[in-house]
């Protein structure tokens, strides 16, 4: 059976991925900037605080621009700069970002992360305003920011706030322990949950590099990480969140599936061998069903022994926060919540989840 499994979760998963179905997906980024009529607008990538340009083009006698990209496969960092206006902005996935600029006042729609993107800008802007360099020692913005970047910490406004800069100088410095713990915190939930995301390694180089030298109180551990809270409803109608199932004590196996996929059964079959066998000791589900159709899910998940809740595929925020690009997607947490395994072979999953029981 483990043979046939095996091909019938690479099936599922070359079904469920999650990207656009045209072979060039794009994002595209439009918008205007008060004061920029008829002036030259670059856009830019950054590799890992390395800017390079992607495209220039001249804005019109309005200010208004358009760029189209190819997709990069993962959640990214942009910038547009236009004479004396540089805007950072984010892209999560196959999307269309809209930025009204104009002075003292940047919008940005579009994409997911926007908000939290924007809410970091402010801050720092405005500790700026009001201290110049000394907003690096403000001890009241690293307390908003941090609340922030943990709110999702593999987040791409997680990583764009522990990378700003105050004139030249580094916001989040990893030589102060205190700062080194919330570099901590983003750098292990990139690592577990985006591990093939470019930033990954060298979020890790800088915390790995600097812990033991400069920061002896750091306690956080690179294979550990809370959580994402997750908050959808069952197939009662009632709303479960993770946290309800993670902060029991037990075990939790949080999967993501499609259960009106045509592999699904024999899937949840053999989760349903592990659960039967292991739930005595202490495992717990909290399945997240990723389908089209809620009717046809709410049928399958009502014959569930385990939690079973409905993301739908519009829901890409859930998806995005556990870097899930195809389906399944299986992820253990211990018994105090900590995401401690990502697991990518199915096989051996039974093995992996009795390290934690």
């Given at each position: 059976m483990?043979?046939?499994?095996?091909?019938?979760?690479?099936?599922?998963?070359?079904?469920?991925?999650?990207?656009?179905?045209?072979?060039?997906?794009?994002?595209?980024?439009?918008?205007?900037?008060?004061?920029?009529?008829?002036?030259?607008?670059?856009?830019?990538?950054?590799?890992?605080?390395?800017?390079?340009?992607?495209?220039?083009?001249?804005?019109?006698?309005?200010?208004?621009?358009?760029?189209?990209?190819?997709?990069?496969?993962?959640?990214?960092?942009?910038?547009?700069?236009?004479?004396?206006?540089?805007?950072?902005?984010?892209?999560?996935?196959?999307?269309?970002v809209?930025?009204?600029?104009?002075p003292?006042?940047?919008?940005?729609?579009?994409?997911?992360?926007?908000?939290?993107?924007?809410?970091?800008?402010?801050?720092?802007?405005?500790a700026?305003?009001?201290?110049?360099?000394?907003?690096l020692?403000?001890?009241?913005?690293?307390?908003?920011?941090?609340?922030?970047?943990?709110?999702?910490?593999?987040?791409?406004?997680?990583?764009?706030?522990?990378?700003?800069?105050?004139?030249?100088?580094?916001?989040?410095?990893?030589?102060?322990?205190?700062?080194?713990?919330?570099?901590?915190?983003?750098?292990?939930?990139?690592?577990?949950?985006?591990?093939?995301?470019?930033?990954?390694?060298?979020?890790?180089?800088?915390f790995?590099?600097?812990?033991?030298?400069?920061?002896?109180?750091?306690?956080?551990?690179?294979?550990?990480?809370?959580?994402?809270?997750i908050?959808?409803?069952?197939?009662?109608?009632?709303?479960?969140?993770?946290?309800?199932?993670?902060?029991?004590?037990k075990?939790?196996?949080?999967?993501?599936?499609?259960?009106?996929?045509?592999?699904?059964?024999?899937?949840?079959?053999?989760?349903?061998?592990?659960?039967?066998?292991?739930?005595?000791?202490?495992?717990?589900?909290?399945?997240?069903?990723?389908?089209?159709?809620?009717?046809?899910?709410?049928?399958?998940?009502?014959?569930?022994?385990?939690?079973?809740?409905?993301?739908?595929t519009?829901?890409?925020?859930?998806?995005?926060?556990?870097?899930?690009?195809?389906?399944?997607?299986?992820?253990?947490?211990?018994?105090?919540?900590?995401?401690?395994?990502?697991?990518?072979?199915?096989?051996?999953?039974?093995?992996?989840?009795?390290?934690?029981?």
């Amino acid at each position: 059976m483990k043979k046939t499994l095996n091909k019938i979760i690479l099936g599922v998963a070359a079904m469920s991925t999650l990207a656009a179905c045209n072979s060039n997906p794009e994002w595209k980024v439009n918008g205007s900037i008060e004061g920029a009529a008829n002036e030259l607008v670059t856009l830019q990538a950054s590799n890992n605080g390395r800017w390079y340009t992607l495209d220039t083009i001249s804005a019109d006698k309005n200010g208004r621009f358009e760029f189209k990209q190819s997709a990069a496969g993962y959640p990214d960092i942009y910038r547009l700069t236009a004479g004396d206006n540089t805007i950072y902005f984010p892209v999560d996935s196959i999307e269309t970002v809209t930025i009204t600029a104009s002075p003292g006042s940047i919008d940005i729609k579009g994409a997911l992360s926007a908000d939290a993107f924007m809410r970091v800008d402010k801050l720092v802007n405005d500790a700026v305003a009001k201290s110049g360099a000394s907003a690096l020692a403000d001890s009241d913005l690293k307390r908003q920011l941090a609340e922030i970047i943990l709110e999702n910490p593999s987040g791409i406004a997680a990583y764009y706030a522990i990378n700003k800069k105050v004139g030249d100088r580094q916001l989040y410095n990893p030589a102060d322990k205190n700062d080194l713990r919330i570099i901590g915190a983003v750098a292990n939930s990139f690592d577990m949950l985006r591990p093939n995301d470019p930033r990954t390694a060298y979020l890790k180089t800088i915390f790995l590099s600097n812990r033991n030298q400069n920061a002896p109180g750091v306690t956080v551990e690179a294979s550990e990480i809370s959580y994402i809270d997750i908050s959808l409803l069952d197939q009662n109608g009632k709303r479960v969140n993770l946290s309800d199932i993670a902060n029991n004590g037990k075990v939790t196996l949080l999967s993501f599936t499609a259960l009106t996929a045509d592999q699904s059964p024999a899937y949840n079959l053999e989760l349903g061998k592990i659960y039967t066998d292991l739930s005595p000791r202490g495992l717990q589900i909290y399945q997240v069903g990723v389908d089209n159709d809620e009717f046809a899910w709410r049928k399958s998940a009502k014959n569930l022994p385990w939690t079973s809740v409905y993301n739908g595929t519009n829901n890409a925020q859930t998806l995005l926060n556990y870097n899930v690009g195809a389906l399944p997607a299986l992820f253990i947490l211990d018994r105090k919540g900590n995401i401690v395994e990502r697991v990518e072979d199915f096989s051996k999953l039974r093995g992996l989840i009795e390290k934690y029981l």
